[in-house]
């Protein structure tokens, strides 16, 4: 039977990254993620995957600071930009980017290999209706006890994307499979109207 998921699809995007309107990109890392990994709770290098990477940059630094990381994103033109972006940074050899829905069978390949999820504005980009089935993507590509750092967007609902979201639904939507650690407001101002909630969370063992 045909269903009628609004799912935001890949041509979305794709058509974003083709035409240039990225405005959620600040063109650099998350900063929240920068002080992490400069912090002396930065996490042992691991093996990071980055779902809805876009253009890599959060990739990138995770990449730059010895972590062996893949990003994931449906958007063709994004995985071509982060792949360029790769070479120019000499990362090539500890980031791979591939073409690939976080929320289909895509993620098979990746069931149980990473010690960490790297999370910046992909929730928000997700119809609610997705959430479950994202938040149960990024568990099953972690290891038992790996953790997700996620930048959160929080802000006002538009009927998205962005899809707001506050602390208390996206920790809801967490909870069967993670436990929270930290959970917090980043200091600077987001690209778009809004909040950046920093988190790092457990997964369940
Ligand atoms: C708001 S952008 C954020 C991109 C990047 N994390 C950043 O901070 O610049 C959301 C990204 O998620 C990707 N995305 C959305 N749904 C996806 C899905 N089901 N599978 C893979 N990527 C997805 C989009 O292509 C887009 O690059």
Known sequence: MATSRPTIGHEFW?????AGRTGWERGVPTPAFRRLLASDRAPVPGRVVVPGCGRGHD??????????????????????????LATAAGLADRVTFKVADVLGADVSVHVG????????A????????DRERYVESVA???????????????????GGP??????????ASLAPWFETETVGFALEETPL?????????RKRT
């Open 14 to 18: 794709e058509g974003r990254y083709q």
């Open 59 to 84: 990739a990138l630094l995770f990449a730059e600071a010895g972590h062996q990381v893949t990003g994931l994103d449906f958007a063709p033109s994004a995985i071509a930009g982060a792949r360029e």
């Open 113 to 120: 290999q990473y010690d960490f999820a790297v999370e910046r």
């Open 122 to 129: 992909c929730y928000c980009a997700l119809h609610p209706s």
């Open 140 to 158: 099953k590509m972690l290891r038992p006890g790996g953790r997700l750092i996620g930048s959160f967007f929080v802000g006002p609902a538009e």
């Open 162 to 171: 962005p899809f707001a979201a506050t602390w208390e639904e996206i920790e």
């Open 193 to 201: 109207p809004g909040a950046d909630l920093f988190a790092i969370v």
